[in-house]
């Protein structure tokens, strides 16, 4: 089958499989991490106060993030109740939609063309897309940076399809949608939600040597008014209602100190994000690699802002996407603070170059292409590094070693087997994808997510009589007590939960109180705790890192 045919034929099968994919198991793991439990609770507790407006967490006002994800949470938590799935919906539903505006952009290359070796694209670019590394995972997480990706992505796409359309009423409504998003974005995570799109547009042009329309100059008179006024939303009330108070915690602390100062312990090199997009765009790194270096190839100067000829049109494209690509990288690499997901809005535009590179593959009908050997010998590379894994480190079962092995050895070897069937080596790659995604999430996730969350130990002292019993003592690598064991967990007076330090606070907490409290205790600190004569302790379990003990003052 020719591979336009099969891109074809194939896009809503891609897009059902997408769907089953990402909203499949969203609920089967319990939260881990800092954030993910933090903000599930700053939505439960805006639900529960029926307020849309003040985040708080532990009852403390908490304006690290803005309103978008809480209500997405809350929407979700009306329809399905407060559970992980519920909360982790609007991230699935977030990613799903990010795949869209990909695919959207890849079929306006192919829209109305003769040329029979465009076909395919936006199939490839949305492929892709779908089953990158980073898209995935960040979409299966209650994590505010699939939404900004997501609505950064729709802005840019609507420019995109603004510099490739030639109606003028339609151009118009992109324009509308360009801005509209930009505010949606400011709501998705602050400022950043202005900077990236500007950056990108301001780049793009740059590249294009050619500076934006008059119509589009002009319509910053009205477009950055219309943003102002959707993000004003909740930035209006929320400022109206906190004043000062926001000001400092949300742009000044949240904002400028993090990204000018060390503040929040996130510093990494000025390279960190060339080390870590390689591993967010598995398995397409090398696909992405070799577009970057096939950049210089591309027609950078434009002599209309829209033309009707499909290599125009897909010259545009890539150029976008290299500008979309290096400025969000160019701007988080100079910051101080540097976490993995900062960096996932470029994952979009790294699909559309990754689209071009296995639409050219696809055609050559022989697995020529350095970057498809690549890819299958990295196939091969982690197959072989889970056995070794699961036989050298011992947590992490055989079994599923194997699970985890066999797509990823499937992938490989047919690319070795069958060197002409390039389109179909590249949907076994995708398939072993998933196929991997699942396995993990099934037989090698629960365990590490045991040793990051406490959800099961919680679960233990209700059983044991506890669950009434306040949460005096956290450990610092482990929020999620304060979603798991919301209202128990005993705050102090600067809004950050009691940390467990060392025994004689907790001891004199449950003095105070008359009742007993728990305490998740590293597990070299335990025998100390219950050493304690001033005491009476219950160790009720531990996940290898910490145990949860009760303690009774005497």
Not at 214 to 219: C, G, L
Not at 290 to 300: K, T
Not at 360 to 376: G, L
């Amino acid at each position: 089958m020719h591979p336009s045919t099969l891109a074809k034929r194939g896009t809503v099968l891609l897009f059902l499989v997408v769907v089953a994919f990402y909203f499949y198991g969203l609920g089967y793991l319990p939260f881990v991490g800092p954030d993910e439990p933090r903000y599930a609770q700053v939505a439960r507790e805006m639900f529960l106060r029926r307020d849309l407006i003040t985040p708080t967490l532990g009852g403390h006002t908490w304006f690290e993030k803005p309103a978008l994800l809480y209500w997405m949470m809350i929407a979700s938590f009306k329809l399905f109740g407060v559970s992980e799935w519920a909360a982790r919906l609007p991230a699935a539903i977030s990613g799903v939609l990010t795949v869209a505006a990909v695919y959207c952009i890849g079929r306006r290359v192919e829209s109305n063309s003769a040329d029979q070796t465009l076909r395919g694209y936006g199939f490839w670019s949305a492929l892709a897309s779908a089953t990158t590394l980073g898209v995935v995972v960040f979409s299966r997480a209650a994590s505010f940076d699939i939404i900004l990706t997501m609505t950064t992505t729709w802005t840019l796409t609507c420019y995109l399809l603004y510099e490739l359309e030639e109606i003028a009423k339609l151009r118009r409504w992109l324009l509308v949608g360009f801005y509209t998003f930009i505010g949606l974005s400011l709501l998705a995570k602050g400022l950043v939600g202005i900077v990236i799109p500007i950056g990108v547009v301001g780049l793009y042009h740059f590249f294009r040597r050619r500076p934006p329309e008059r119509k589009a100059f002009i319509s910053l008179f009205w477009g950055i008014p219309l943003a102002l006024t959707v993000a004003a939303i909740w930035y209006a009330p929320v400022i109206w209602r906190h004043g000062w108070l926001f000001v400092d915690q949300f742009f000044i602390q949240h904002h400028f100190a993090r990204y000018v100062s060390n503040k929040y312990h996130h510093w990494r090199p000025v390279y960190y994000y060339l080390l870590v997009i390689p591993l967010l765009a598995l398995p397409w790194s090398a696909f992405l690699i070799d577009g970057l270096l096939q950049a210089g190839r591309r027609s950078w100067r434009a002599k209309a802002p829209a033309s009707d000829r499909p290599h125009d049109r897909l010259d545009t494209v890539l150029v976008f996407a290299l500008a979309w690509f290096s400025f969000p990288l160019l701007f988080f690499s100079f910051a101080n603070s540097k976490l993995p997901g900062y960096i996932l809005p470029v994952l979009p535009a790294a699909a559309l170059i990754v689209g071009e590179q296995l639409r050219r593959a696809s055609s050559e009908h022989k697995n020529s292409n350095w970057a498809v050997k690549t890819t299958a010998a990295l196939c091969l590379f982690f197959a072989i590094g889970a056995l070794g894994y699961a036989w050298i480190a011992r947590d992490l079962p055989v079994g599923c070693a194997f699970l985890l092995e066999a797509p990823l050895c499937i992938a490989g070897g047919f690319a070795i087997l069958l060197p002409r069937k390039t389109a179909a080596t590249i949907l076994v790659i995708a398939g072993a994808t998933f196929a991997v995604l699942i396995v993990a999430l099934r037989c090698a996730a629960p365990g590490a997510a045991d040793l990051e969350s406490s959800k099961r130990l919680l679960q233990l002292a209700d059983a044991r009589g506890y669950s009434r019993a306040v949460v005096y003592g956290m450990r610092r690598s482990d929020r999620t007590p304060e979603f798991y064991a919301a209202g128990r967990v005993v705050y102090g007076a600067d809004g950050e939960p009691i940390m467990y330090e060392e025994p004689s606070p907790v001891i004199d907490e449950s003095k105070r109180r008359g009742e007993a409290v728990l305490a998740f205790v590293p597990l070299e600190e335990v025998s100390r705790l219950t050493g304690m004569a001033s005491a009476q302790t219950d160790v009720i379990g531990n996940n290898g890192r910490y145990a949860i003990v009760a303690v009774r003052g005497r």
